[in-house]
Every structure is written in structure tokens, then in C-alpha cells.
């Protein structure tokens, strides 16, 4: 009699869901409101091209953030895409012929190098046991130094017809948004199969993930394997926007790319967030952008607003958390 | 034939040996109840039997081949499912992807395939007669004893040819126990073997076929169940004949109210509570577990928002936080529900758990004064016995009992003289219940008033002066004397109309 009174009723359990999913709901609040307000000041805001247009802007970051995404979900961090980003763009500039071949052999090496440089540090993590934090940050530092020493300025080329792929169309979508969509599509599969549930699982309670038989070293080299590809990937889709190498560029994507997840819902303490969160914090901190340039205010209170969006989504978690705790109480 | 034979197993880790050439057999078809105090080795060898730790010397066969288990995996393909006492679970997943994880069942495109996920668990569910749980609801909003049940599901579901439950009734209320206990039954009689470990005696009798005898890391005794008496188990378990587990219980409450608590009410749990603690006086807590008890310490204690009038020793209070329930000889100190995870911080030393929350005395400007400090440790770890090294030792690398003695400890530096004491001998082994017990009525005598909530009927009975019964939240019966025992207890829990 007593397990089968203590179960949820339905209302709670509803409640429940509402509560785990309060971060997430606030980010899509905040990102309605900021659209609505974009739109009040700007005609043709909620048409296609407005999408395909922002997305377009958004992607680098979209795609850096899905490679922390996976880090956080698994209870860790990955500074190194900085690093990454960095030299991606830089091999890019200095490597690419202007024959398709050249461009295609090159841009497999960089996700490769993406690979093997996350896959490094998931071994380093885990052989080692060393903080994520820490050795994420070296190796950031060490992928740094290589741009620096391969173009140590901004400059190099790439081949004209790289530069457009963000503008191209299909079906009235972008290359972008078609992009975002399969992005989508990849998570929703990930997942639900083994791979990412145990991702999931190993970040939400790692002695519980080992004693069910998880391999902490594998999980490990996948997670930030994973991780390194997506910000390689942000590297060469980087470049077709600036149209050069920068040594220095990735820093920019370091803390956005922590900042988009976390607005989205993801937590710092693993196994717990989801890309579509991710996205709606890279459209939210993207718009931010615009939003300051259409008020006519210093671009200097992009930062200051993105800090208060920042506060307000840790502060909406933090308040679920502890209202599902004193229920579970 | 033996299914498992396990031969001179020894493992250190650093310099404490936790085995040391220790033996175990067991058939199939019975059930064979390890037993042993805490740090006897019986949780190191149950980690070697499921793979999450290696062993330094020695043979384990498994079915008549060799085995060596390498990792968890290599055990669960040979059929040893554990349950363990420190949860496998994992707290963002629902229960049934918790109970099928890296074994779900997959669609074409490698996906969970939910459907079939969702039947594999009714009929798991099923077949071993569980409890009602809801299946899709995840971990981490459910209570311990529902996550234990999880725990114990995910284990069959691998089908193991051994199951090992180690200590997996000392998170269950009194029906699920029962209910474990004849699921273990249930596995015997399908030919396969069930290793039961618990301090509780009486579960050992009800289950076991045959048990073995850990101490100090070594095997010192095999006996058939229905041949061996209580005593003699007892005293090959702790080395030497134990006094009395019970200690006397000697009046010593006097006239004075230390807590007075009048309609408390918290949250849907805890229902217009009202009684009266007096000084020197160990006031039980019982019913089924659920029932309230732990919202009533924890509304007690300031963790919980409450409603109702409470006074202590005459004052009016309403303790918001724990802190405030805190403060100084007049407060109110907790043994808490989970010692690992609200109690004490592992990594930290003894002497720093047991004087976390009373920091502010020993500071000067800022600076500890860490004379004064170190003087307190010592006469506390004297006091209780803590059996520790050095008082620097990490408070994760002692046994369970003393790891409760230390929450002890830095409960009674607080100096508050009403303490709330929540199921204080869970996962304690009988030696260290012993002293518990002496402690709670030496703590009596000494003028403490002392709420005492156990789920363990017989403590109630032997260590109380007496005892409020909760039953859906309320107090059904307040016994006292003679009146107080397991049937009276357990009548009032479960009946509507107590005597």
C-alpha cells in the first residue's frame, strides 16, 4: 500500500515537467520578446529572408555551441574549440587551392584534426583524470599558438565561389537553415541511441555510469571527439563568411558558445539540456546584436545585455531547481 | 555443484586490506546470506563479483571456469547482476531507461525503441511481482526507497544466473522488505543463486538456505541457516561475545517540556501534529516509511515550511532555515536521512566534518584558533569512539558506522539538547548499533531530549521511552511502557482504528 500511494499523480507529474523544462521555456520567452521588439522597429522582420538572413549570421555559433552542448551534457567543458575555430580558419585561408579537390581534401583534414584534437583531450581527461577546465584551456592555448605560428595576422584567401555557400537558397531556405534543420535531426537521433544516452547518463552520475558497465574512457574520447568536429566544422563554415584566416577570432565563440547553452537550459553539472535550448540562445544572443544596432544605442550594451539574459536564464533554472526540490521533499 | 567458488581472494588498497584470503561458495538454487560488520570486506568482494574492482590474489570460478572480471560488463555477460547499496541509477534518466540502459531495445535507425522498452518493463514488472512504479517518470524525483526498487530491476532485468542484493532492504519500507525477501526466495527456486546481504537478523532467518561469515576481511564460518543460533552468528561476526545490543533503559525524564508542538502541519505529508517532548526523554517515531516521519523532522528542523505552533524548552519558535534551528543550547540538531549526501562531506577530514557548522566558535578575527579547535576533536572522536587513524583521515575512507558517529559528533559540538535523529543505524553494523543505542540513552540521561524516528521495529521497542505511530501523515498512537511493542507499533501503522 505504500509505494503505490506515494506514486505521482498526473497533475504533479505535469508539474514536474513544467518545472525541468522552466529554463528552456524562459530562453524561448526571452527570445519571443526580443523578436517582437526587433519587429516593432523594423519592417519585414517575420519573413523568410529575415530567417534565412540571421541564421545565417547565428551558424558559427550555433554549430560551436552544439560541440559544448555535448561537453556540458556529459559533465564537462571544452575551451579548446577557441582554439579550434582559430586554426580551422587559419589552415583554410592558407591551404585551399581554387580547385574543388584542394578544397574538399583540406576540409577533411580540418574535421579530422577537429576529431583527433577532442578525441586527445577526452584521453587526457580520462587517463589522467584531469580537469576538463584545465585541460581544455591548454590545449586551447596550444591550438593558438600553432594558428599564430602558421599566419600570424589576419589574411590568407579562399576561393570565391567558398564565400557565398551561407547565402545560397533552396526551396526559399538557406544553405543555413537547411543546415540548422539537419543539426536538428542529427540530435533528435543521437539522442535516443546508445551513443548519446550514454553521454547523458555518464554526465548526470558517472560512478552509477560505470557501475552499469559505461567505459568513462570511450564516453570520454566520443564526447570531445565529437565536440572537436563541430568546431572544426564552425572553422570552415567560418571562413565562408570572413573570407580569410584569423589567428585570433576563435576567442570570441569561447564563452558564447557556454552562454548559448546555458540560456537554452543546459546545465553546467551534466546530463541535463538539449541543442534546441542551444539554438534558441545562439538565435537569442545573435538578435541582441541587431536589436542594439536598430535602437541606435552604443554597441557597447551588447555585452551588458547579453550578461542580464545570461543572469536571467541561471536565475530561472536555479529557482526550478529548488521549487522541484521542495516537492520532491 | 557449486555455481560460484571463490578461492584465497585478497585485495588491498593502499595499506589496509580490506580481503585477505577469503572463501565463499555458493549453489545454485539457494539462498546464501553473506554477513559480516561493516569493514569486514563484504562490500570490496561483492565489487569484485560485479566487476567494478579487480583483486590482487586468488581464484573466483564461476559455473566451473575461471573468472576475472575486468570491468562491470564482463560480469553482466557472465550473469552476475548486483544490487548495490550505493545506487547504480542514473538520476536524469526515467526508470525504465535506467533499467534497460545499453541494453535497450533498438529500432531499425539504432534508436530506443520505446514501445518495445515500455513492454519489456511491464513484463519485468510483472513477473517478479513489483511494486507499483511508474515507469516514465525520471530518477531524480523519486524517493529512496522507490529508486532502490529501481535499483533491484534493473539488476533482473539482465536475467543473471547469480543476483546479489547487498543491503537492498535497509532503504524499503516494511512491505517492499517482505516483498525482496521473497523475490529472493522466487530466484532460488528458479535454480539460480541469490546472495543476500543484511545486518537485519531476522531477514537473514526468513530468506537464507546458508550463510558465510566475513570478519576482517576473512571467511570464518559456512553454516546451514536452520543450524546455527542468532548469538553464535553474532559473536562470530564481531570476534567476541557482544554484551547486549540493547542497552538498559533507566528513567531520566523529567517534568520539564524541551519541545512542544501543537497542529504542525507540512506540505500533504504531515497532518496537524501534536505532542510533547520532555526533557531526558527518547521520544520513537514509527510507522511506515512515507508516512511523515520525515516531514516531521524535517519541518522540526527548519528544512520544510510549516505551519503550526512549536515551542522549545517554553519558547515560541518558528525555524525557518536550518540555521536558525541551529543556534546554541537552545536549538535543534539533526542526524540527517542520508549521511553521504546531506551529512558529511566526504573528502573532508574527520575533525573538519565534525566542526563545520560550529566554525564560528574557534575563530578569532577571521583566524582559527586551531588549538582549541584540535582539543574539541580530540575529546569528541574519544567520546564516540570514532575509530580513525588520525583525526586528518577523510571522513569517505571510514566504515559506515563510524561515518555516522562523526554526523554524531558535529551534531552534539552544536550543543543543541534537542536532537532529531533520522533512521541513525541504516547501514550501521550490529557492533556499532550497540553503541549507538548506548549513546542515544547516555545522551538522555545526560538530560537531551531526543526524537528518535527508526524503520527498524525492534529499536523502537528496546531504545524508546515512547513512541509516536504516523499513519498517512498523522499521529494514529502515542504508546509508552508497556505498551510499546513491534505488534502494537505495527498495528497502529496499518490499521485505521489503533488500540
Redo the contacts between chains.
Keep these: 500500500m505504500t509505494m503505490a500511494e506515494t506514486g505521482d499523480a498526473p497533475r504533479k507529474g505535469l508539474r514536474n515537467g513544467l518545472l525541468d523544462n522552466a529554463p528552456f521555456l524562459v530562453a524561448c520567452a526571452m527570445l519571443t520578446l526580443i523578436v517582437v521588439i526587433y519587429g516593432t522597429r523594423q519592417t519585414g522582420v517575420f519573413t523568410l529572408d529575415e530567417l534565412n538572413l540571421n541564421t545565417t549570421a547565428a551558424m558559427t555559433l550555433m554549430l560551436a555551441a552544439t560541440g559544448q552542448t555535448i561537453v556540458l551534457l556529459r559533465g564537462g567543458i571544452n575551451l579548446s574549440i577557441g582554439g579550434m575555430i582559430s586554426l580551422g580558419t587559419v589552415i583554410v585561408a592558407t591551404r585551399f587551392g581554387d580547385s574543388a579537390g584542394s578544397v574538399i581534401l583540406w576540409s577533411g583534414l580540418v574535421l579530422l584534426l577537429g576529431i583527433a584534437v577532442g578525441v586527445a583531450n577526452g584521453l587526457l581527461i580520462s587517463i589522467f583524470r584531469l580537469q576538463p577546465f584545465l585541460v581544455t584551456l591548454a590545449t586551447w592555448s596550444i591550438l593558438n599558438g600553432v594558428a599564430m605560428i602558421i599566419l600570424p595576422s589576419d589574411g590568407g584567401r579562399v576561393p570565391g565561389w567558398w564565400l557565398g555557400f551561407g547565402y545560397l537558397q533552396f526551396l526559399g531556405l538557406s544553405s543555413t537553415v537547411w543546415m540548422l534543420i539537419a543539426l536538428l535531426i542529427f540530435w533528435a537521433w543521437f539522442m535516443a541511441a546508445r551513443p548519446g544516452i550514454t553521454i547523458k547518463a555518464t554526465g548526470s552520475n558517472e560512478k552509477s555510469a560505470f557501475l552499469s558497465g559505461v567505459s568513462i574512457l570511450r564516453v570520454n574520447a566520443l564526447t570531445y571527439g565529437l565536440s572537436g568536429f563541430f568546431a572544426a566544422a564552425a572553422a570552415l563554415y567560418l571562413t565562408t563568411q570572413t573570407g580569410a584566416g584569423s589567428p585570433t577570432i576563435g576567442r570570441d565563440y569561447i564563452l558564447p558558445s557556454v552562454a548559448a547553452a546555458v540560456i537554452g537550459g543546459t546545465s553546467l553539472f551534466g546530463g541535463r539540456g538539449h541543442l534546441a535550448g542551444t539554438i534558441i540562445g545562439a538565435y537569442i544572443l545573435t538578435l541582441i546584436g541587431n536589436l542594439v544596432f536598430i535602437l541606435r544605442v552604443s554597441s557597447y550594451w551588447q555585452p551588458v545585455a547579453s550578461g542580464v539574459i545570461l543572469l536571467i536564464a541561471v536565475l530561472a533554472s536555479a529557482i526550478a531547481e529548488k521549487a522541484a526540490r521542495k516537492q520532491a521533499a | 555443484m557449486e555455481l560460484i567458488d571463490v578461492k584465497d581472494l585478497s585485495k588491498r588498497f593502499g595499506g589496509i586490506i580490506a580481503l585477505s584470503d577469503a572463501t565463499f561458495s555458493a549453489r545454485a538454487g539457494e539462498v546464501h546470506a553473506l554477513l559480516g560488520e561493516n569493514g569486514a570486506g563484504k562490500s570490496t568482494f561483492i565489487q569484485i563479483l ?3 574492482l579487480r583483486y590482487d590474489s586468488g581464484a573466483i570460478h564461476v559455473g566451473g571456469s575461471e573468472y576475472r572480471p575486468q ?3 564482463a560480469a ?1 555477460s557472465l550473469g552476475i547482476a548486483a544490487v ?1 547499496q ?8 526515467t526508470v525504465e ?1 535506467n533499467i534497460w ?2 541494453h ?1 531495445p ?1 529500432t531499425w ?4 525503441c520505446r514501445k518495445r522498452m515500455r513492454a519489456a518493463t511491464l513484463e519485468l514488472f510483472d513477473r517478479y511481482h513489483f ?4 515507469p516514465d ?2 530518477l ?4 529512496l ?2 529508486r532502490q ?1 529501481v535499483e533491484i530491476a ?1 539488476a533482473l532485468a539482465k536475467n543473471p544466473r547469480i543476483l546479489i542484493l547487498d543491503e537492498a532492504t535497509s532503504a524499503l ?1 516494511a ?2 522488505a517482505d516483498w525482496l525477501l521473497k523475490l529472493s526466495r522466487q530466484i532460488a527456486e528458479e535454480g539460480r543463486l541469490s546472495i543476500f546481504i543484511s545486518h537485519r537478523m531476522g531477514e537473514v532467518r526468513a530468506v537464507a538456505d546458508r550463510l558465510t561469515i566475513f570478519r576482517n576481511g576473512s571467511t570464518v564460518a559456512v553454516h546451514e541457516a536452520k543450524a546455527v543460533s542468532d548469538d553464535q552468528i553474532v559473536t562470530e561476526m564481531i570476534g567476541r561475545q557482544l554484551d547486549r545490543l540493547y542497552p538498559v533503559r533507566t528513567a531520566s525524564r523529567t517534568e520539564r517540556l524541551a519541545l512542544e508542538v501543537r497542529g504542525l502541519s507540512s ?1 500533504h505529508r504531515l497532518r496537524d501534529a501534536t505532542f510533547a517532548l520532555y526533557e531526558g526523554e527518547v521520544l520513537g517515531v514509527g510507522g ?4 511523515g516521519q ?2 516531521l523532522l ?1 519541518a522540526l528542523f527548519g ?3 510549516s505551519k503550526g505552533d512549536m515551542k522549545l524548552w517554553g519558547k515560541p519558535v518558528s525555524p525557518s532555515s536550518p540555521r536558525d534551528a541551529l543556534t546554541g543550547r537552545d536549538g535543534i540538531a539533526l542526524v540527517p536521512e542520508d549521511r553521504r549526501g546531506q551529512g558529511l562531506l566526504l573528502p573532508k577530514s574527520v575533525s573538519e566534518n565534525l566542526t563545520l557548522s560550529v566554525i564560528r566558535r574557534f575563530s578569532r578575527g577571521g583566524l582559527l584558533d586551531k588549538q582549541q579547535e584540535a582539543g574539541l576533536v580530540r575529546e569528541m572522536v574519544d567520546f564516540l569512539r570514532i575509530k580513525a587513524d588520525t583525526p586528518d583521515q577523510p571522513v569517505g575512507t571510514l566504515s559506515g558506522g563510524n561515518q555516522q558517529k562523526v554526523v554524531f559528533g558535529k551534531m552534539l559540538l552544536t550543543e543543541a539538547r534537542v536532537l532529531l535523529l533520522y533512521d541513525p543505524t541504516r547501514g550501521v553494523d550490529v557492533g556499532t548499533k550497540g553503541e549507538i543505542f548506548r549513546l542515544i540513552r547516555d545522551l538522555a540521561a545526560k538530560g537531551y531530549a531526543i526524537l528518535f524516528y527508526s524503520s527498524d521495529l525492534p529499536e523502537l521497542v528496546h531504545v524508546a521511552d515512547r513512541v509516536l505511530v504516523l499513519r498517512e501523515g498523522a499521529i494514529a498512537a502515542t504508546l509508552s511502557g508497556d505498551e510499546i511493542t513491534e505488534e502494537a507499533i505495527l498495528s497502529a501503522a496499518v490499521l485505521d482504528k489503533a488500540a
Excluded: C, V, W, Y
Design positions: 560485479s566487476g567494478a570491468n562491470p560488463d553482466q548495490f550505493e545506487l547504480s541509477l542514473i538520476p536524469d534518466l531507461e540502459f545499453r535497450e533498438l535507425f539504432g534508436t530506443t511494486p507499483a512504479i511508474r517518470r525520471e531524480r524525483h523519486m524517493t526507497a522507490e526498487i534493473k519500507p512491505i517492499e506540505g511506515l516509511q512515507g508516512h520525515r516531514e524535517q528544512a520544510a515550511p
